[in-house]
């Protein structure tokens, strides 16, 4: 942190060419609780770059407990700053402290230079985004959310306020000043003050009891956030969860958390948001913890090469989502073999353990299993190179649905590690047969994707395909 010696003229709001260290004021932007936001440039500079946003966190008036916590606050924003770069997270480029003893608003504030975003995810659910827009991004708050918590952070302040969006329609996680480092034995929580919004609280937060470092925080309670916040990106902005204030809807996240009420969605939101929306909201701490960032990416992923490979409905994901999913083991891929035992006319499918050698599709998510309709949404998919990550270019075309059974003639057990949604991890593969007809002859189908164990020799170690 640098201190800043340059001159003002001593009113408010900051008037345009207020210099803070190499920073100038150019408009004012917006308030919070704790900041005052500008827009602003590097002096001198004239590239797209040099324009920035400078968030002013000023102690006047605080007491002294009070101005410890919005400089804890600074100080935590540029810690996970330097520590935590990504590109789905906002940027910080500099933290000043200016220096302005006439000017007791200003004297001894914390300017944190940060990244200029265009619109926050507020006014995006405000304008009511289509679907698309609406998955593209959810996808980017769970990339900046796995990066975040690979990197032993919790984010701890989750909401539409504070995901801003880019001038190129791309979303970043801002505003870390709750943010908690994860300090377990095992990196798997941390403590926090017990601050935060109402409406994206977990239920188990309001039990939690106050310890000398504070609450227990851990990586679930973004998940849960998120969870609202997908419902909210298809319901016009509604909480699931019904009341005319934050702390009426909070207790009625506590009564469905406590098996009193079901939880409710709004029609608006379709079928795969809702299933992904349901699972964030799991009312326990420990049934979230089955679904992170990373396995939620991947299902969403899953889900564009699907809606891809099929024709339907198209949206894109960054391609950086995409290969964040597949470095962190990603989903699934795959085609489809014909013998979908539900399907309607069609013979009754053999069993896997009828028939040595074959691999009965298993699809994790229950909405999925109980489907006979074989909608894009739980089509899952085949690799076309099982040491390459699970991107859509290397996905097959043709897909697979829960219960077809798919002829397998090897296993090879060091291919690219695959997680599943439940959280099953493995490495093995199966190559499988693909119909007559189809572009390849054979391609491969992750082990977590089918519960059979058939006795299959290894197969060749595959060449690498460019
Ligand atoms: N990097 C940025 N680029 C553009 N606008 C920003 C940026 N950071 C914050 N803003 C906007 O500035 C306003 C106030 O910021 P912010 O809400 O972060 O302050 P805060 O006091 O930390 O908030 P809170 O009350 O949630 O703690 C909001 O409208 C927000 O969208």
Partial sequence: MRRDTSGGDGTEPLPPGYRIGDWEVTTPIGAGGWATVYAGRRVGGGSQEDDVALKILSTEGLAPRQARKVADTARREAELGRRARHPRLIRILDSVVISE??????????????????????????????????????????????????????????????VLLMADGSAKLADFGLATELTGTRGTHGYALPMGTFDYLPPERWKAPLGEHGVQVRPSTDIWALGIMIHQVFAAGASPFPGATPVSRAAAAQEYADGRAPLRMDNAVPPFWRALAADCLAPTHTARAAHTAETLLARITDRQ????????????????????????????ASWSY??????????AAPTAAETPGRVRVFNTEQACKERTDRIPDCSLGLAVDPLRPYTVDNVVPTRVWHGDVLAADCQFSQGVPIVDEAGTWSAQWFRVRLPRGSARPTAWLPAVRTKDRPALPPCPRPTPLR
């Fill in 338 to 347: 014909a013998t979908h035992d539900s399907e309607a006319g069609a013979p």
């Fill in 101 to 162: 003893p006439d000017r007791p608003f200003l004297d001894g504030a914390i300017v944190l230079v940060m990244e200029r975003a265009a619109r926050s995810m507020r006014d995006l659910i405000d304008a009511g985004p289509t679907e698309a827009e609406g998955a593209r991004l959810i996808a980017d708050v769970c990339e900046g959310l796995a990066h975040l918590h690979r990197t032993g952070w919790v984010h701890g302040d989750l909401k539409p306020d504070n």
């Fill in 305 to 332: 090469v699907a809606t891809r490979s099929t024709g339907g409905r198209r949206w894109r994901l960054p391609r950086v989502a995409l290969m964040a999913a597949a470095v962190c083991g990603a989903a699934v």
